[in-house]
């Protein structure tokens, strides 16, 4: 009979699999990914007489190399596979930022004996980047991005430039190191890389416009460092002077250039795509162009890479799902995210394999130095620049300064030094690598904690809460069919399972109703919930149509047409929850106020959203106006009297630019907004009149 697995045997099972897995590779003589195949043999046929060549030997011994060789990197490839799985579970049953978890592990198998795998610089960079920097550009919505732009191309280039340049001056004083290595380690370390704070901040529920300003700076600066690297690197090769205005000129051509092909190469593919109904292909050609847009740049253009993947990802991911199905919109997401997953995994836990603890502990006071020229240098940029974008609160300043991360970038950065630097590429490295290693285990531990403490998150009481009852009646809930089972299994007896169970349901169904009143007086939460588990419902719906594909029930035709239902569900715009259940119900409220509120296209979605999830009944139609006759869309939203702020706050919170409220010239007397206030959030200009009879149709 199986036994549940405790939580104690849960943590001792998965301990022992990690060290099982780091034993298999202690047992290579030499693991790596250009292993030198010694003592090979040739076996030649004598019955038929004849002798084998010298060179037929040599080819014979070369192709049994190249034969080892592959089969060595697959087995490579598969266990790092499997510790990167292992090490994924872990993260989440300890709620700590995975890539540490890899590099932690990767630092214990440095531990064991005779593990040597030597990786190549343009391993990271062509084969790794790539997807993490698509993966991270494809997500970002253009819109959010476009808000806040002034700041994000401010951190992400001056910033840079000055961080470059704090590090650099004050590593070279407090080590002694030339001014001109310490230049290059500025630029390496100047690359933020916030894969474990987003994944913090959507599970902390951080405001999504911080999130935006952080994942866009990370996207930028990664390639604003490498270009800044590689400029700063061919000055310490050649021994040239600096000059400004070549540098100034290089930047622009390398940077700009890489942005442009990006985009070019982008907007081509998603005019392919838009052409195309087969989500193979489709995405296929988001895979030719990750990893296209990279090297068209790199190897014919001789601009940014990184910067031409970025651009490219802004475009496919903004303009390419537009002519996408449904079902390849959904293919498309997780098939990037599972690419960027495995990459980010190979990357930290390779760079864990690179890292030499005895290097580290010999090096600690030079690496405390880097440490602290990098948190200043940090400092210094948000805050001293954060003056340029509009209305950043302080709070989240602190947010963005200690949540800058350092991580894939800067190790392949690190990596890709050349040998010729000598004993400053390995200080350069262990510098590096003992940056890497403070902000993950040190920043990416505490930022949960100061994001908590200072009060930012979107979390609200009434949420906590809902979440509080709602606990308390599942584990009352969970308790009561436990005691059933030990009933029905004579554990219990008949004349006590009398007696307690009437309680324990009396009990359950006053929790019951107390959660019930917290969604009846906030309908967000009800309408966030049921979407919730509309999602679910379609996603068994999935499932169960996969099996019935499966087992030969459904054919080909018919289950591509119920999936195609399904996800086009998937990806429809949330339902106005409230309105339909009081639709279903019978229950009208007394709506005797029509609120017009004339917005920028492209904040419908976001409107109709924020506006959906408090219940109101909202219609809209194009519309033409403004400077230019610009499109825009209107809004009719149906209220009831003293409902107005509730509007303007979602419209305020959901739309960009500004908003403006005008009050109806009929209101009198002491109504919420008496006279026209404008409101300088958001992008919205409103009006609001007084009804006298309201129907739907």
């Not at 994000?152 to 070279?172: D, Q």
């Not at 866009?216 to 990664?222: A, I, K, M, T, V």
């Amino acid at each position: 009979m199986l036994r549940k697995i405790t939580h104690s045997q849960y943590r001792l099972i998965l301990v022992i699999a990690i060290f099982g897995i780091s034993s298999i590779l202690s047992g290579c003589a030499s693991l790596g990914f250009e292993p030198i195949i010694q003592d090979t043999q040739v076996v030649t046929d004598e019955s038929q007489g004849g002798e084998t060549s010298d060179s037929q030997a040599e080819e014979q011994a070369g192709l049994l190399e190249d034969e080892e060789s592959f089969i060595l990197i697959e087995e490579i490839v598969f266990i790092l596979l499997f510790i990167a799985s292992l090490v994924g579970i872990a993260a989440r049953q300890f709620r700590v930022p995975y890539t540490l978890g890899l590099v932690v592990i990767g630092l214990l198998i440095t531990l064991l004996p005779q593990v040597d795998i030597t990786i190549q610089p343009t391993l990271i960079f062509a084969l790794l980047i790539p997807p993490i920097v698509f993966e991270g550009a494809f997500h970002l919505n253009i819109n959010n991005l476009r808000r806040d732009i002034v700041p994000i191309l401010t951190f992400a280039i001056p910033g840079v430039i000055l961080t470059m340049a704090i590090v650099g001056a004050l590593v070279s004083w407090g080590t002694g190191i030339p001014i001109i290595y310490t230049l290059v380690f500025g630029a390496i370390v100047a690359a933020i890389d916030p894969v474990a704070v987003i994944a913090l901040f959507r599970n902390l529920g951080a405001p999504k416009r911080l999130q935006v300003m952080l994942e866009g700076e990370s996207l930028l600066n990664d390639g604003t460092s490498i270009v800044l690297y590689g400029l700063v690197i061919s000055i310490a090769l050649t021994g040239s002077e600096f000059n400004l205005f070549t540098s100034i000129v290089d930047f622009v051509r390398i940077a700009g250039g890489g942005i442009i092909i990006g985009v070019v190469l982008g907007a081509l593919v998603s005019q392919i795509i838009d052409r195309i109904d087969d989500y193979l292909i489709e995405t296929t050609l988001t895979t030719i162009l990750a990893y296209g847009s990279f090297l068209i740049a790199e190897e014919v253009f001789h601009v940014s890479g990184v910067l031409a993947v970025v651009g490219a990802g802004l475009i496919a991911g903004n303009i390419g799902p537009a002519g996408m199905s449904p079902t390849t919109r959904i293919v498309l997401f997780n098939f990037w995210e599972y690419a960027a997953f495995l990459a980010n995994s190979f990357i930290f836990l390779l760079i864990g394999l690179q890292i030499e603890l005895s290097s580290l502990f010999a090096s600690w006071q030079v690496i405390a130095i880097a440490i602290i020229a990098v948190l200043i240098a940090r400092a210094v940029t948000i805050y001293g620049l954060a003056w340029v974008g509009r209305d950043i609160p302080l709070r989240w300043q602190h947010v963005l300064n200690w949540g800058g991360l350092r991580g894939a970038i800067s190790l392949a950065l690190a990596l890709s030094l050349p040998l010729v630097l000598g004993d400053a590429r390995n200080q350069l490295q262990v510098m590096t690598f003992g940056v890497v290693i403070f902000t993950l285990l040190v920043q990416g531990l505490t930022i949960g904690p100061l994001v908590r403490r200072l009060g930012i998150s979107e979390r609200s009481a009434v949420k906590e809460e809902y979440e509080r009852r709602h606990a308390r009646a599942m584990a009352t809930q969970s308790a009561f069919e436990h005691l059933e089972h030990m009933r029905q299994n004579g554990l219990i007896s008949a004349h006590t399972w009398q007696t307690i169970s009437p309680l324990l349901e009396q009990y359950n169904q006053v929790l019951v109703e107390a959660t019930k009143q917290v969604l009846t007086n906030h309908p967000e939460l009800e309408a966030e919930e049921m979407e919730a588990a509309r999602r679910e419902s379609l996603q068994a719906q999935r499932s169960t149509l996969s099996t019935l594909l499966k087992d030969g029930i459904i054919s080909d035709e018919t289950y591509i047409q119920l999936v195609s239902e399904v996800d086009a569900a998937l990806t429809s715009e949330v339902l106005n929850w409230p309105e339909l259940i009081r639709q279903q119900s019978g229950v009208h409220l007394p709506i005797n106020r029509l609120l017009s509120a004339v917005i920028q296209e492209q904040d419908l979605e976001n409107a109709l959203s924020a506006l959906s999830k408090l219940g109101f009944s909202v219609t809209h139609f194009p519309s033409t106006g403004g400077f230019l006759g610009r499109r825009n869309i209107t809004l009719l939203i149906g209220l009831v009297k003293g409902q107005e702020k509730n509007a303007v706050d979602a419209l305020s919170g959901s739309c960009k630019k500004r908003v403006e409220y005008v009050s109806s010239p009929l209101e009198a007397g002491p109504t919420p907004f008496p006279n026209p206030i404008p409101v300088n959030v958001g992008g919205a200009t409103i009006f609001v009149f007084e009804i006298e009879r309201y129907e739907e149709f």
